[in-house]
């Protein structure tokens, strides 16, 4: 770890990471990662914090996928939920293996 100023410590190893992630666990929880896609920003709540990841969480309302592509908003996440949606197709046990 290195000390960067006063109180903070920068961490520079995945191990001192998780130490500190799961030592404060109940309070990074209510968290929310801000995070730019296309030409909006949306918050993803820290919704879990294991021995192996951190886990975002973003819930996609309908109603507000179509809000936003009629507000003009082609290339944000509500696009792309919409895309994977749309193109998806289940696929056979045959072809999965």
């Given at each position: 770890?290195k000390f ?7 961490i520079d ?7 500190k992630?799961l030592?404060n666990?109940?309070?990074?929880r209510?968290?929310?990662v801000?995070?730019p896609?296309?030409?909006?920003e949306?918050?993803?709540?820290i ?12 819930y ?9 592509l ?7 996440l509500?696009?792309?939920?919409k895309?994977i949606?749309?193109d ?10």
């Amino acid at each position: 770890m290195k000390f960067v100023k006063k109180g903070v410590i920068m961490i520079d190893n995945p191990e001192d990471l998780k130490e500190k992630a799961l030592a404060n666990k109940p309070g990074l929880r209510r968290h929310y990662v801000n995070i730019p896609v296309g030409d909006e920003e949306y918050g993803f709540r820290i919704s879990g914090i294991g021995a192996k990841a951190i886990k975002l969480e973003k819930y996609v309302k309908y109603d507000e996928i179509f809000e936003a592509l009629e507000a003009g908003n082609e290339n944000g996440l509500e696009a792309m939920v919409k895309q994977i949606i749309e193109d998806y197709e289940e696929e056979n046990e045959e072809e999965a293996e």
